[in-house]
């Protein structure tokens, strides 16, 4: 499954986004390092289902009137300070935690409501952009430090007749997240001795930095939009590529109040409407979310997770099937099962994201939308429904 990581300052808003998103209950405070260890839980990206374009609703629990929720791995990590990868506020265990999150949410306090600490301050007095580059820096010193202290084992392993600059490197990085095809596609980019001996910290400082913006990309949530001045989010806007201005702290709200009936909404909608009795305190509360999702087309915290799925992460939904007539499973369920694959996927990357079984044992494939048996080599599209077939079905 994909692993995503809420990562920022202290105070920002990261375990209010995590609760909503994952409506699981952990601690929020309004002061500095609340949360100690990492929290993990499964949240979601919002699709549209294929069973939209049938008539009947299709029988998965994470569809609502053709809204699919795809889950992802959502981590909440505890709040980093400038300095983190020398140990400072809660040190360096934090970054450690990174090494497996394929993409960073770094959630930013937009109202400028706490300093660079994290310590409450007034709305306005701290200059969120500020804010916005640290994580990566951070993230950079921290895998440097990694790199450095592996290069005398890479000195050593030198001294071999066999041995390979490339291989080395991939090794090592591998072990801190990144994947083969990563580790080729950044060397590929990059000068350097061949030698270790002749390597510099240049070097070394360059490779960290650019396997970090290979293997782990960040958007950033403009959070408390709220009481943010509209001002702060124009000017992160510009100071970051992706940026989602988000009141976390509303869809908490939202996601409560339609659990308990009160607001018809599901995540990712732009409005809700209210369905049940609220108080005219309640009504307030509510019609201030709302001023904030007319501004910006919703809370903004579904939309930061599917920006980093679609977009960032740059991922499809596919449907595997077994009757590619009726888009039902074994038992007769339609459209059971959603999987997540990385744009330019196959039917035979499907098959293994099923199982791995069904991968070794895949035959051929078939378009359940067109009908027709594609190629192993075809491109999954975004809400492509396939059948499999595989001889360990
Ligand atoms: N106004 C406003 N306040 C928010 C919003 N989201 C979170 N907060 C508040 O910000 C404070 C910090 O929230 P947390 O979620 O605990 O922050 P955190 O980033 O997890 O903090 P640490 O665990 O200390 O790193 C709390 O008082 C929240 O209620 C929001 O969208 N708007
Ligand atoms: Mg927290």
């Known amino acids: 499954m994909l692993s995503l990581a809420l990562a920022g300052k202290p105070n920002a808003g990261k375990s209010t986004f995590y609760t909503a998103a994952t409506m699981a209950d952990v601690e929020v405070g309004n002061y500095p390092f609340t949360t100690i260890d990492a929290n993990r839980g499964v949240s979601y990206a919002r699709t549209d289902c294929p069973c939209q374009d049938r008539d009947s609703q299709c029988d998965s629990d994470n569809c609502q009137d053709g809204k699919r929720y795809v889950p992802v791995d959502l ?40 300093n660079a600490e994290g310590e409450p301050v007034e709305v306005g007095e701290h200059d969120p952009v500020e804010d916005v580059d640290f994580i990566e820096t951070e993230m950079d010193q921290w895998l440097a430090a990694i790199v450095s ?17 490339d291989d080395a490197l991939a090794e090592m990085l591998t072990g801190i997240g990144a994947t083969e095809t990563d580790v080729a596609r950044v060397l590929r980019d990059l000068e350097y001795p061949d030698d270790p001996r002749e390597w510099a910290d240049e070097h070394r400082t360059r490779l960290a930095s650019d396997i970090r913006a290979e293997t782990k990309p960040q958007i950033v949530v403009a959070n408390k939009a709220d009481i943010a001045p509209e001002e702060n989010i124009e000017r992160l806007r510009e100071a970051a590529e992706r940026v989602l201005p988000a009141t976390a702290d509303g869809e908490l709200a939202l996601r409560r109040a339609a659990e308990a009936g009160v607001i018809d909404y599901d995540p990712g909608d732009d409005d809700f409407d209210i369905a049940g009795d609220v108080s005219d305190q309640q009504r307030e509360g509510l019609e201030q979310i709302r001023t904030v999702m007319t501004e910006y087309a919703g809370t903004g915290i579904q939309q930061a997770l599917d920006t980093v799925v679609y977009d960032l992460l740059d991922h499809i939904t596919a449907y595997p099937v077994e009757d590619d007539t009726h888009w039902t499973d074994a038992q007769g369920r339609m459209l059971p099962d959603a999987h997540l694959l990385p744009d330019g996927s196959t039917p035979v990357d499907l098959a293994y994201a099923v199982h791995s079984d069904i991968g070794d044992g895949y035959i051929h494939a078939v378009d359940a939308r067109e009908g027709r048996r594609i190629s192993d080599d075809h491109e999954l599209a975004e809400g492509d429904v396939v059948k499999i077939v595989s001889d360990a079905n």
């Open 75 to 114: 981590f909440d990590v505890a709040g980093l300070v400038p300095g983190a990868h020398e140990g400072r506020g809660l040190g360096n265990q934090f970054l450690d935690q990174l090494t497996d999150a394929d993409a960073i949410v770094h959630v930013v306090d937009a109202a400028g409501a706490t």
């Open 149 to 165: 202290r592996n290069w005398e084992s890479i000195e050593r392993q030198s001294r071999s007749p066999d041995f390979d600059i």
